[in-house]
């Protein structure tokens, strides 16, 4: 299992668990941008049933595995329940109500980051022999 393959199962999972959601489609996207920016990840689960993801900041062999990948994963998800004006600024974008509801949801698959953990460990290990 490639790194892409990785978040594409539990983002699955995640939208799953968090919302009984079936059949969601991830994509990677090497120029995935809003507003002519690059963006990490984008969610359109409520109109395509899709997350898009950026791929060149998720690579299938990473060198480096971007910091708080979990988190973007259930960040994305989240965004089924409550959407977001703008990706500028997370702050002034990201409404409270939303920065509480990933709270709760990270709170709710905590377990399943330890799995995820573990799955990625071996991952790295595999990049970190084929990046050599």
Not at 49 to 65: A, R, V
Not at 96 to 105: G, I, P, S, Y
Not at 109 to 125: A, M, P, T, Y
Request: with cysteine; proline share 2%; aromatic share 12%.
């Amino acid at each position: 299992m490639n790194f892409q393959e990785l978040i594409d199962k539990y983002t699955k999972i995640v939208a799953k668990i968090l919302y009984n959601l079936d059949n969601v489609k991830v994509i990677f996207d090497d120029n995935l941008s809003s507003g002519g920016e690059p963006i990490r990840a984008l969610c359109k689960l409520n109109d395509e049933n899709t997350i898009y993801y950026h791929g060149k900041t998720f690579e299938k062999y990473p060198t480096e595995i971007p910091t708080g990948t979990w988190d973007t994963v259930v960040h994305e998800v989240s965004h089924y329940e409550i959407g977001i004006e703008s990706t500028k600024n997370w702050y002034t974008y990201h409404s409270k109500a939303f920065r509480e509801l990933q709270k709760v949801n990270l709170q709710k698959v905590k377990d399943l980051r330890k799995q995820f953990n573990r799955e990625l460990s071996i991952i790295k290990k595999m990049s970190q022999r084929t990046n050599l």
